[in-house]
């Protein structure tokens, strides 16, 4: 069930409604988690159980993870029994596939017949699964002796789909709390629903028009229009997917959930360490605390720091998608960032500099590092190495094609400039969004503006979200 | 209770703020003057006359409809006129003022673009004229021929433009019962025919684009969820798709393009432009259809000139990567004739003009 779907519009209001006339935590939770299968459901039934199995194994293994605790046994077994169930289950539905190919195309064998779907959500609600049991063996919280609180966290239907993927350590504190529904929450929540929506049916659906037209025919376009649509593709990926976090923490938001914040105007960035502390921030923390730090983080020398953070991008890449492209897009990104960590702080920190040079410096670090982010883009939406090749080509020898400069790309690009010039100049280069005071008049006024004009310029097109696909 | 009154009523006046500031805001991106339809002119429809026509969504362009309900600077002043009949490639509002096909043309002839021709320079029409309605394909324009010729009766050459050669039985059928044609539903007259009721609405309509393009994303929602509930019901049913009778379908078409070569005796030519695809290899290709063969030899048989476009548009894109579909806030290759489009259209159509039969 999409959220831009008058099904989930009609599902949305009964559960308001239903949340608005019951009162309790507890019945809270039962009304979420029945809401919540129910989302699911509609999606993609035929996985119910695979999700409620999950939640139930995760469930037990925490519980017999804080037991053997207790008895100062560690509980390491529980633990790495409870992850291996949950690699397993994303391998199987996620990578079989993936590997038969590989394994058919290395050793020249036909490739086999079998098709496994991917599960709706699979890749996010498996992060939180593991999410749960790292925290509850690291002692961050306590084991969840309630199994309703570990299906709702695990199948919570506002961030099942795309995320955010939300630590278990930041979720089950918010579930002791009554859910009632609050004014405040709803105009915070209404007004961020409605800021992913614009991002994402006006300017992440309307760039794809462009995207779409180039990526299927790159051998067509003039070199210009290529780098075109590879800077629209930059934006619609940013777009679309922060539009959607964006919509998600709305709702959760309405229901009274805090899911942090996913994205802080990335393309700001100076480096590709910075970048990944701003896009995709709950993934990219999720492999930060459970994959890079377990691994050794950067207390284990400079070569072992690199190699951790290497490996950690490589698997980030390989979580994205299961495909060569994939893993190289995430490589790229490891090795960059293992450049950037070897070469580029250092420099910082040796070169003082007046005021102007640090700015210029700092300018054209944002500049180059959303350049090399924009490419690394294109074999992560091309998913082929032959085309990205063919685009790389055309692009730096400048080939003749047709010409076609997308005038939204460069709409968009120019709005989102702006955007980071204010957040930079106002709030020290974080993201300025904040709601209307609703209570004033001319609050509303922009909002009924904000409302009409994201239904006059929606691109009424395929709105399939990039990243549910992941 | 007084309180929620309040809160309602700042609500609805914070909404009304905000439509009339959209509203406003609107003029600047698309202007649709009204929508007059009628059943006994050469078209089904006509604009509001002595209006203004402006559109941002695909390609832009601002245009003045003329006293007859067309999108022209002038109307006809001399017999012997080219009048080019069509949909809304015809129409052309997506690209500027001047830069139509109709456009190019009548500048190609105010010029004397000539050379060896220069002394079939007195056979050429002083003028095209632009005669156009959203929708209007060529069974349409058939079946309201009579109507065009007693409309527009000093034309000296009548051009119909057609992006599609296959047509049903019924269609085609259907063509060959003429509309009738009564003056009073001139784009001079027509306005006093109608109710003071319906010329209100329509002027309201015209002072609110904002309700106008609101009414057409709510349409293409609903025509979405249509087609994607039609495909999956295609997707499920087993019917085999009926395929034509290419006897039946030459037949029907004969005679519908003996009726027209029957009602205009003069130059009578059908300018067709094939749809395009941008194939992944990087070259165009035009999409090829049994009909379109059909139509040409049967043209040429009852005396009618078939125009094919296809050859200069690939020619085209092969001297510069022309398109002839497609903007800059679009895509290419896809929607109405881009300017490259409109430019290969008045090349092949002068040519026809200069040279008179199509070779």
Known sequence: MSFLSIRFGIFFLILLLIMKVTRGAKVHQWVLLAASYVFYAAGDWRFLALLAGVSLAMWQCGLRIARAAEKEKGGKVWLVLGVSVDLLVLGVFKYAGFFADTFSAVFRMPRPALRIFLPLGLSFYIFQAISYLADVYMGKMKAESSLRKVLLYIGFFPQIVSGPIVKAHDFFPQLERDHELTWENLSWGGQRLLTGLFKKVVVADRLGVCVDAVYAAPAAYSGLSILTAVFAYALQIYYDFAGYSDMATGIARILGFDLGRNFNLPYLAASPSEFWRRWHISLSSWFRDYVYIPLGGNRKGKARTYLNLFLTMLLSGLWHGASWAFAAWGALHGAASVLHKAFGGKKEREEAGSPVWKKVRYVFSVILNFCVVSILWIPFRTNDFGKTLLILRRIFTWTPGIYYVYVYALIFGAGLLVTELAAVRYNRGNDIWRPLDLSRFSSRVILCCFILLTAVFAYIGDSAFIYAQF | ?359
């Open chain 2, 1 to 359: 209770m007084g309180r929620w009154i309040r809160q309602a009523a700042s609500w609805a006046a914070a909404l009304f703020t905000a439509v009339c500031i959209c509203n406003a805001a609107m003029f600047l991106y698309e202007i649709q003057p009204g929508w007059i339809e009628r059943d006994k002119g050469a078209t089904l429809a006509i604009w509001d006359p002595d209006t203004e026509l402006a559109t941002a969504m695909e390609g832009r362009g601002r245009y003045h409809v003329d006293s007859k309900g067309y999108v022209n600077d002038h109307i006809p002043e001399e017999p012997g006129y080219c009048l080019v009949v069509g949909a809304s490639f015809t129409q052309g509002k997506e690209v500027e003022n001047g830069k139509r096909y109709t456009d190019l043309l009548n500048e190609m002839l105010s010029e004397g673009k000539v050379g060896k021709e220069q002394n079939t320079k007195s056979a050429l029409p002083s003028f095209v004229y632009n005669v156009s309605q959203e929708g209007y394909y060529f069974p349409d324009i058939a079946r309201g021929f009579y109507a065009l010729t007693r409309e527009f009766p000093d034309a000296g050459v009548i051009v119909i433009e057609t992006g599609k050669t296959a047509f049903s039985d019924r269609e085609l059928t259907d063509a060959l019962n003429q509309r009738d044609y009564d003056e009073k539903q001139n784009g001079e007259n027509i306005l006093t025919t109608l109710s003071s009721g319906k010329r209100f609405s329509m002027k309201i309509k015209e002072a609110l684009p904002l309700l106008n393009i609101l009414v057409r994303q709510a349409e293409t929602v609903k025509n979405k969820w249509a087609d994607e509930a039609e495909t999956m019901n295609n997707q499920r049913s087993n019917e085999k798709k009926t395929e034509k009778d290419p006897g039946t379908y030459s037949d029907k078409l004969e005679s519908v393009l003996q009726m027209l070569r029957e009602e205009f005796s003069g130059k009578l030519v059908i300018a067709y432009h094939p749809d395009v695809t941008i194939l992944e290899d990087g070259s165009l290709s035009p999409a090829r259809y049994a009909e379109t063969e059909v139509f040409a030899r049967l043209c040429r048989e009852n005396g009618i000139i078939f125009a094919d476009a296809t050859q200069a548009m690939l020619d085209a894109y092969e001297e510069d990567y022309s398109v002839p579909y497609g903007f800059m806030n679009t895509s290419m290759g896809k929607g109405h004739f881009s300017r490259a489009g409109h430019r290969v259209m008045a090349e092949e159509l002068y040519k026809i003009l200069v040279r008179g039969d199509g070779r």
